[in-house]
Each structure stands twice: as C-alpha cells, then as structure tokens.
C-alpha cells in the first residue's frame, strides 16, 4: 500500500509536469466550481444564521459529494480479480485524479505569462495576466508592484495547489486532497469578507485556514532547505520567515512568502497591507525564475522528507485509509 500511495504521487507529478492541465470542462475543479456556484444564490438569506447555515451547506454538500463518486470509483476498481491490475489500474486513476489537485505547471504558465507581457513592455497586458492569479486589484501596478504579485502567488500557491493536496493525500488519500481542494476553491470563490459573502462564505474562509496552518508551515520549511540547495541565502530564507509571516492578513500565506523573500534577498510589497524581507525592493524577472525553481524543488522535497514519512507512520500503525 505503501509502494501504491508513493507511486500515485510520483505518477500525479509527473503528469502535471509534462502536460500541465486538462481542458477545464474536463476539470473535477471546474466542476467543483459550478456546483458551488449553482448553490450559492439558495444560501443567501437576510437571515444571518440562516446565511452562515447555507455556506456551511456549501462546502459539506459539495464535499459530500466529491467523497461518494470517490468512494464508488473506488468500489468498482475493488471488483477487479486480479491483485497486480487492481494496483496498476489504482495508480493510474489515482494520479490522474490527484493530478488535478495540484498545479505546478498552471502556476509556472501563469507566471510565464505575464513575463512574456513584461518583455513586450506592455504593462496593461502584464497587469491583467496578474489579475488572473491575484486577488488584489491589477489596475495601477507598475513593474516592481507586479513582479512583487507573480512572486507572492507563486509562494502562496506552492501551498494551494501543490503541498496542500499533497499533504491531506498523505493523511486521507484522495478524499483528503478533493476536500482540500473544495474548501480552497469555496474560500477562492466566495471567502470575501464584502456585504455579499460575509456570511455565506464564513465557514469556508475558516475551513481553508484550518486546513492551511500546517502546510503552509511545513512549506515554509522546505522552501528554507530548496533555498540551501540552490544557493540562495537560506539563512535569511528562515530569519525572514520567523520574523514576517505573521505580518499578512492570512494566518498561513504569509510564511511561504516571507521563506520565499528571504532567500531571494528581496522585499515582497502589496500596498497598503504589508512588506515581507529586507532585501531589495527592486525586482527583476529573474527573481520569477528562481522563484518557479524553488517552487518546483520545494514540491520534491516536501514528498521526500515529509509525504513519505507521513504515509509510512501511518501504514505501520494502520490508519483505515491506507489499509
């Protein structure tokens, strides 16, 4: 079970890697998205609890789901006679669909992107490839501000969409990693503290930061030893992170992206909110090289030292998801 957990992994990173992203009708997050979008206007009330009740709904619901079409594919790859086909065939379906819980490829395209723009000077382009991959309104960034953005997702996105769903597969298989993703992408879509989502998007924005305080700690971490292998200052990598990760509104995004600053030797700047390093305020594209090779050395190593470890403990000691 071990060989086949390890494999599924190897198997989904490999995929994301050399093809990137399937088509996004094909997409289960694409699905995901519409079926929490095609709930949302019954959640809302002018009823706060009632509110609150519906987005809890939301997210349970669509977890629910997710959990039964798992657990069916599940029940019928089991019918299978054969010991070997019944692996081979898990592997394969398991990569195929773990695959599409991480990201990789779609961050280092979205990055790409807007460093294609900024190579055709072209800021207006630059800004709105950004906006893609932001939150923070694009419109007025010039090309210290937007550099500092592809950065600051690439890092936090190194948790969203690649260390995060690693992590719960680990710990709960498959199931783990799509409730993952359903709480990540219901905070993504409707996790605003605005008039319109306050409520309804309340427990999503809590689930998401529950589920997000280890990996995104244990991220940090190896971005500290990716930033020791590659040569960059691994010291200020760790020094920056201990002291700035608390400095961002979220609780958890903001220790990847201080690990991320710090090795880089940089200032990471969204205006009006916070500054993460000491380093120089003054971004090159370069940085958003070194940025997508730590990110993808970060992913190795966060399955090295501590997937691994996670799915071997708990084999030993029998958790039912890995029996």
Request: with cysteine; net charge positive.
């Amino acid at each position: 079970m071990i060989l086949e957990f390890i494999s599924v992994i190897i198997f989904a990173i490999f995929l994301d890697l050399t093809f990137g992203d399937p088509k996004t009708r094909y997409h289960p997050t694409a699905w995901i998205g519409t079926l929490i979008a095609k709930m949302t206007p019954f959640a809302k009330n002018q009823n706060i609890i009632l509110e609150r009740t519906g987005g809890i709904l939301i997210v349970t619901i669509t977890s629910g789901v997710v959990i039964l079409l798992l657990l069916s594919l599940e029940m019928g790859i089991s019918l299978i006679t054969s010991d070997y086909l019944t692996l081979l065939v898990s592997i394969i379906i398991g990569g195929l669909l773990l695959k599409t819980t991480i990201a990789i490829h779609g961050m280092e395209k979205h990055a790409n992107a807007v460093l294609e723009s900024l190579d055709q000077n072209n800021l207006d382009m630059a800004r709105a490839n950004l906006s893609m991959i932001v939150k923070r309104n694009t419109k007025n960034l010039d090309e210290n501000h937007i550099i500092s953005g592809v950065l600051e997702s690439i890092s936090e996105n190194t948790v969203d969409g690649i260390t995060g769903p690693l992590f719960y597969y680990g710990i709960f298989g498959l199931p783990g990693a799509f409730v993952y993703r359903v709480v990540n992408t219901a905070d993504s879509m409707i996790g605003y503290k605005n008039n319109i989502f306050k409520n309804i998007g309340l427990f999503a924005a809590v689930c998401d930061t529950i589920l997000n305080y280890i990996p995104s700690r244990l991220t940090g971490l190896a971005m500290i030893i990716s930033a020791a292998i590659l040569k960059n200052n691994w010291k200020g990598s760790y020094r920056t992170m201990m002291r700035d990760g608390k400095k961002t509104k979220s609780p958890n995004a903001g220790y990847p992206m201080a690990a991320l600053a710090g090795a880089l030797d940089t200032k990471f700047e969204k205006v009006h909110h916070y500054q993460l390093g000491n380093g120089s305020i003054l971004l090159t594209k370069e940085h958003i090289h070194s940025a997508i090779l730590m990110m993808k050395l970060t992913t190795l190593i966060f399955f090295g030292i501590i997937i691994v470890p996670i799915v071997y403990v708990l084999s030993m000691v029998g958790w039912w998801i890995h029996a």
